[in-house]
């Protein structure tokens, strides 16, 4: 009976605590991206804001520390949203436009790989065409290229 008891608290709070996790992550991530939209003349919206990320990160911390010490953890229904900013990428749920920081961001770089790289013409800088290589750089650089094929033959057969 201790056994099968252990077993259901192990897998109650292994299963509910990652649900936790990942919904006190994404509601975090929605609160904030709402706060950084907030002008300060919403100073008192904004102070209630920041009471809800830090008891969503309360939770979070909670919620994964969770299967260790056995303990449930819920996600109240104040930190439950229908809709989260379009840069998340859920398709099952609603979302809404996000014009915060993070929004811009997003749309910056779909927006870039949606467009088709310019095409990249390899070529010599002019700077390598104007004068030749004098003889001598190429006599000394031509004997240690030399020297060091046979030091790396030698370290090849001393393998």
């Given at each position: ?123 010599k800088l002019p700077c390598f ?31």
């Amino acid at each position: 009976m201790l056994e099968e008891k252990l077993f259901r608290m192990f897998l109650e709070a292994r299963f509910n605590s990652s649900n936790v996790v990942g919904a006190a992550a994404d509601s975090w991530l929605t609160i904030m991206d709402r706060y950084l939209t907030l002008g300060d003349e919403r100073a008192k919206e904004k102070a209630g804001m920041k009471r809800q990320i830090l008891k969503a990160i309360d939770i979070y911390y909670d919620a994964l520390d969770a299967p260790k010490n056995g303990a449930k953890v819920y996600l109240p229904l104040d930190l439950k949203f229908e809709s989260f900013p379009h840069y998340m990428e859920y398709k099952h749920k609603k979302s809404f436009n996000s014009t915060s920081i993070l929004g811009l961001i997003y749309d910056t770089v779909v927006s870039q790989n949606e467009e088709e790289p310019p095409p990249c013409e390899i070529k010599k800088l002019p700077c390598f065409e104007d004068e030749l290589v004098p003889e001598s750089h190429m006599e000394k650089w031509g004997g240690w290229y030399e020297n060091y094929k046979d030091e790396m033959e030698q370290a090849m057969k001393n393998r």
